[in-house]
């Protein structure tokens, strides 16, 4: 567009469907027209999610989710020789345990 007054740009983005007035938008101009900021999308929100948590879990600060993944200990292959239901009354067994306070 050529010379993008206010009201021409607002029009247009009102056009576009959203909800945008000319005083919206002299402000956008007036602070250089800083880029709206974008959010993660789920799985990246969901892997530093992760990736925070780790050190939590782990008790080490250098942990991340890929690092617990790709790490073989002697406990990640005792759990990996479990069946489901194993795994599910061990998580149960956790779980009642840390509700309780006893562990």
Not at 18 to 33: C, E, F, I, P
């Amino acid at each position: 567009m050529a010379n993008p007054s206010t009201r021409r740009v607002a029009t247009r983005l009102r056009q576009a469907g959203l909800s945008v007035s000319h005083m919206q938008v002299a402000r956008w101009r007036n602070q250089g027209w800083r880029p709206v900021a974008q959010k993660d999308h789920p799985l990246n929100a969901a892997r530093k999610s992760l990736d925070d948590a780790m050190p939590l879990l782990t008790g080490n600060p250098n942990t991340t989710a890929n690092v617990f993944l790709e790490k073989k200990t002697a406990e990640r292959e005792a759990l990996e020789q479990l069946t489901d239901k194993e795994l599910l009354n061990q998580a149960v067994r956790e779980i009642a345990t840390t509700a309780s306070g006893s562990g």
